[in-house]
């Protein structure tokens, strides 16, 4: 039973190195999302991908930060350079095209000391 | 652009009680879905509901089940014989049909406590 995975679970960096967060979408689902999430705070949409195409990068901070969905492989959210404001809950989720049911993964903490 | 509230930031029932949660949200849409998630310690986003916004029929899942009013553009989520398993945060949200931007957009959440 796959459903959304993300890997690392647990990432610690220190300020100045990239930090990378894969995600592998439900079998069958085609639509990445990325969404952030802050101690005592919700869920922060940050970007949304099908294969090889952003959709909606609204969410994403201009500087440091990126995400790609290839043909083949994982999604990935990368920060450059972290910060220690970058510590947070990473959540992917992924749908069909329709969108009418969205999974999430269990999340990537990412720890910059 | 839309927006989720969830107005109770803490809430708590006693185990076997009934307890609802509460959600408005504002659009100009008449296509849309909403979702309830649970949060439980463990971080994990779980689904717990889907509403579609064309179906007046309230949807449920075993103990959960909404109160849709799409006219007050209100959604609220019952939990009926509540078990300790429920205490986590519960985020309402919203999702646009249009093309154009399908992110889920959420609340700021509410946490449900639950004691024996």
């Known amino acids: 039973n796959a459903g959304v995975m993300q890997n690392p679970r647990h990432l610690v960096r220190r300020r100045g190195q990239e930090a990378r967060l894969r995600c592998s979408p439900m079998?069958?689902?085609?639509?990445v999302y990325w969404y952030r999430q802050l101690p005592e705070e919700g869920l922060k949409f940050m970007v949304y991908l099908q294969k090889e195409n952003i959709i909606d990068e609204s969410g994403m901070p201009k500087e440091r930060f990126s995400a790609e969905f290839p043909k083949e492989g994982p999604s990935i959210l990368r920060i450059q350079q972290v910060v220690r404001g970058d510590s947070a809950a990473y959540f992917c989720a992924s749908s069909t095209s329709s969108g009418n049911t969205i999974y999430f993964g269990e999340g990537s903490w990412l720890t910059v000391v | 652009a839309q927006t989720v509230t969830q107005s109770q930031p803490e809430m708590s029932v006693q185990e076997a009680e009934t307890v609802t949660l509460s959600c408005t949200y504002d659009t100009s849409e008449s296509d849309y879905y909403l979702f309830w998630y649970k949060q439980p310690p463990s971080r994990q986003m779980i689904l717990v509901i889907r509403q579609e916004a064309y179906k007046q029929q309230n949807a449920t899942e075993n103990r959960f089940s909404v109160n849709f009013q799409k006219a007050a553009k209100s959604f609220s989520l019952k939990i009926s014989d509540s078990q300790l398993g429920d205490a986590a945060m519960y985020f309402c949200a919203y999702r646009t049909l249009n093309q154009a931007g399908t992110a889920l957009i959420f609340g700021k959440g509410t946490t449900l406590s639950v004691s024996s």
């Open positions: 079998k069958g689902h085609s639509h």
